[in-house]
C-alpha cells in the first residue's frame, strides 16, 4: 500500500468507525448499491472493523465476493467476527495487506476506498494498484474525510488518479466526505 503514515486509525478506536449513529449518516446500503450487483467480486480497502464490507457482501449476493483487505490483523479479526455471526463469511475474503502493496490478486468489479487514502505517502503507487486490479468498466469509489482533507489534498489526489489513467464517472454526495467514483 506504498508507504502507510503512522496515522492509521488503531484497532482499539474501531468503535468510532462502526456505530448506529454512523449508520443513520453513512448507510453502506444507500452509498454502494448504485455501483454493486449480485455476482460481482468487490473489494473492501482499508476495510477497518467492517462496516461497508458486511453491506457490500449482501449487495453482491451469494454469487459474489468481497475482498476485505486491511494492514491490521485485529481489524480482520473483527471482520471475521462479524460476518460470522451475519451468515456473511462465505461471500467475505480476508485479505492482510502490507504498507507497501496491496496484494489483490483477484480482479474486482468495483472497489472502495473509504477515508484512508489520506493515510497514505505514496497516493499515486496505491492508485497503480487499485488501476491494475479493477476490471475494464469497473467502479473505484475514493472517499475522504472533510475534517482531515481539505479541498486542496483533495483534488491533488484527483491529479494523481488522473495520471494513472483513471477518468471521474460521477461525484457522489456522501455526508462530511469528499467522493468520487472513477472507471479505468
Known amino acids: 500500500m506504498a508507504n502507510i503514515h503512522n496515522m492509521i486509525c488503531p484497532w482499539w478506536l474501531s468503535f468510532t468507525l462502526n456505530n448506529v449513529f454512523r449508520k443513520m449518516i453513512q448507510n453502506p446500503q444507500r452509498i454502494l448499491a448504485p455501483w454493486l450487483r449480485p455476482g460481482q467480486t468487490a473489494a473492501d480497502i482499508g476495510c477497518g472493523p467492517g462496516f461497508f464490507t458486511l453491506d457490500m457482501a449482501r449487495l453482491v449476493g451469494d454469487r459474489g465476493k468481497v475482498l476485505a483487505v486491511d494492514l491490521q490483523a485485529k481489524m480482520l ?56 486490479a479493477l476490471k475494464p468498466g469497473g467502479f473505484f469509489l475514493l472517499v475522504e474525510p472533510i475534517m482531515h482533507v481539505s479541498k486542496k489534498q483533495f483534488q491533488k489526489t484527483m491529479e494523481a488518479a488522473y495520471a494513472v489513467g483513471f477518468c471521474k464517472q460521477a461525484e457522489p454526495m456522501i455526508r462530511f466526505s469528499r467522493a468520487v467514483l472513477l472507471t479505468r
Open 77 to 132: 479479526e473483527t471482520v471475521k467476527k462479524r460476518a460470522a455471526k451475519a451468515h456473511l463469511s462465505d461471500r467475505i475474503q480476508l485479505q492482510r495487506c502490507q504498507s507497501e502493496a496491496l496484494g489483490l490478486k483477484e480482479p474486482c468489479d468495483f472497489i472502495q476506498a473509504f477515508y484512508m487514502v489520506h493515510e497514505l505517502r505514496d497516493s499515486e503507487g496505491f492508485l497503480r494498484e487499485i488501476k491494475a
